[in-house]
């Protein structure tokens, strides 16, 4: 079993910046596809950022969305990933969910993840 839990999430302006946060507890060895979800107001989840660990070493994914403006970084010592979000934007705005896998191979595919943090909201105004 693998426990996440998210923080950092709060309201900004546009242009803002929000640093999430995603503590993994449990048998983390299992996580080597980290992904941040983001569920906006009446739409569906979407996978917006991804951070895979490969034997050959580690690889990063992005939402063309996101791409440019938001990064993902892993502190494996503290089996923590983070997502540093600039230039937010109103759409941006939804809770934002992190979530573990052991293999994706489409990683923005919640259908692989069995692990869920609860979410964080984010909200940014115009």
């Known amino acids: 079993q693998v426990q996440l839990v998210e923080s950092g999430g709060g309201s900004v302006q546009a242009g803002g910046s929000l640093r999430l946060s995603c503590a993994a507890s449990?048998?983390?060895?299992?996580?080597?596809?980290m992904t941040w979800f983001r569920q906006a107001p009446g739409k569906e989840r979407e996978g917006i950022a991804t951070a895979a660990t490969f034997t050959a070493g580690d690889s990063t994914f992005y939402a063309d969305s996101v791409k440019g403006r938001f990064t993902i970084s892993q502190d494996t010592a503290k089996n923590t990933v983070y997502l540093q979000m600039t230039d937010l934007k109103p759409d941006d705005t939804g809770v934002y969910y992190c979530?573990?896998?052991?293999?994706?191979?489409?990683?923005?595919?919640?259908?692989?993840?069995?692990?869920w943090g609860q979410g964080t909201q984010v909200s940014v105004s115009s």
């Open positions: 449990g048998n983390t060895a299992s996580c080597r596809f």
């Open positions: 979530a573990a896998a052991l293999w994706a191979s489409v990683c923005a595919d919640q259908k692989y993840y069995k692990y």
